[in-house]
C-alpha cells in the first residue's frame, strides 16, 4: 500500500544552518507530494507541493523536489531560522479521486539562535 | 478570508460516553476531512465528506462517525469513547476544482477520555 517515511527527529540546529528532512514514499502510479508544517499551538499548514515528477515546489525559503526515480521529496532550506522551528509532515496523495493524504510520522525541527 | 474553525478546542469526556465535534470549513469549500493526531502514531485519515455525501472512510471502526449539512460544517461522533480515542482531532476542507488537492486544516479539537 501506500506509506510516507520521514527521518526521526528531533532535528536541532543553529541559526543559518542547512536543513534537510528527508522523505521517500511508497506509491503506485503517480501521487502528488506535500510538505505541511505545524508551528506550536496552531494547526497544520501546507507549506508546499508538487504534483508531478521533477517538479520543485517552494515557499519561505523551503524547496523540496519531486524524484520518481528514488521516490523521495527531502525538505531543504539554505538558512534556517529560530521562526521555524516547528513540526514538518511529509504527505502524499494518490492519483485518483479518493482524496485521503497519507502521512509521515512528523519531524520536529529546533533552530537555536 | 477566515480559515477552517473547529469547536469545542479542548473536550473532556468519560470513557464510554459520546463526543460531537465541529467544523467550519473555509467559505466556498465543499469537501470536509477529518483526521485523528494521536500521539505517536501521526495523522490518521478518519472521513471525507463532499457535497453532504460520506466520500471515503478511514480504518476506524464503525463508532466514528459524521455527517455533512448543507451549508458545508461537519459534525464528527465518537460513541463508546475509549481511552485510546484520545487525541486531537483535526479537519480541513478544500475547494472544488484544480486547487481540490489542497486541504486547508483548522486547530484542532484535543479530546481527552478518562
Known amino acids: 500500500g501506500n506509506s510516507v517515511t520521514q527521518m526521526e527527529g528531533p532535528v536541532t540546529l543553529s541559526e543559518e544552518a542547512f536543513l534537510t528532512i528527508n522523505c521517500t514514499y511508497t506509491?503506485?502510479?503517480?501521487?502528488?507530494l506535500f510538505w505541511y508544517v505545524q508551528y506550536p499551538g496552531e494547526g497544520l499548514q501546507l507549506l508546499l507541493k508538487a504534483t508531478k515528477a521533477d517538479d520543485k515546489g517552494s515557499n519561505k525559503g523551503f524547496e523540496a523536489t519531486y524524484r520518481k526515480e528514488t521516490t523521495s521529496f527531502h525538505l531543504e532550506k539554505g538558512s534556517v531560522q529560530v521562526s521555524d522551528s516547528a513540526v514538518y509532515f511529509c504527505?502524499?496523495?494518490?492519483?485518483?479521486?479518493?482524496?485521503?493524504?497519507?502521512w509521515g510520522l512528523g519531524t520536529s525541527l529546533a533552530v537555536n539562535p | 478570508e477566515a480559515g477552517v474553525t473547529q469547536s469545542p478546542t479542548h473536550l473532556i469526556k468519560t470513557r464510554g460516553q459520546q463526543a460531537t465535534l465541529r467544523c467550519s470549513p473555509i467559505?466556498?469549500?465543499?469537501?470536509v476531512y477529518w483526521y485523528q493526531q494521536a500521539l505517536g502514531l501521526g495523522l490518521q485519515f478518519l472521513l471525507w465528506?463532499?457535497?453532504?455525501?460520506?466520500?471515503n472512510r478511514g480504518n476506524f471502526p464503525p463508532r466514528f462517525s459524521g455527517r455533512q449539512f448543507p451549508n458545508y460544517s461537519s459534525e464528527l461522533n465518537v460513541n463508546a469513547l475509549e481511552l485510546e480515542d484520545s487525541a486531537l482531532y483535526l479537519c480541513?476542507?478544500?475547494?472544488?476544482?484544480?486547487?481540490?488537492?489542497?486541504?486547508?486544516f483548522g486547530p484542532g479539537t484535543r479530546l481527552t477520555v478518562t
Open positions: 465528506y463532499d457535497e453532504g455525501e460520506e466520500r
Open positions: 467559505s466556498g469549500h465543499t469537501s
Open positions: 504527505a502524499l496523495r494518490h492519483a485518483g479521486n479518493n482524496r485521503k493524504l497519507i
Open positions: 506509491a503506485t502510479g503517480y501521487p502528488s
Open positions: 480541513a476542507s478544500s475547494p472544488v476544482g484544480v486547487s481540490s488537492y489542497e486541504q486547508y
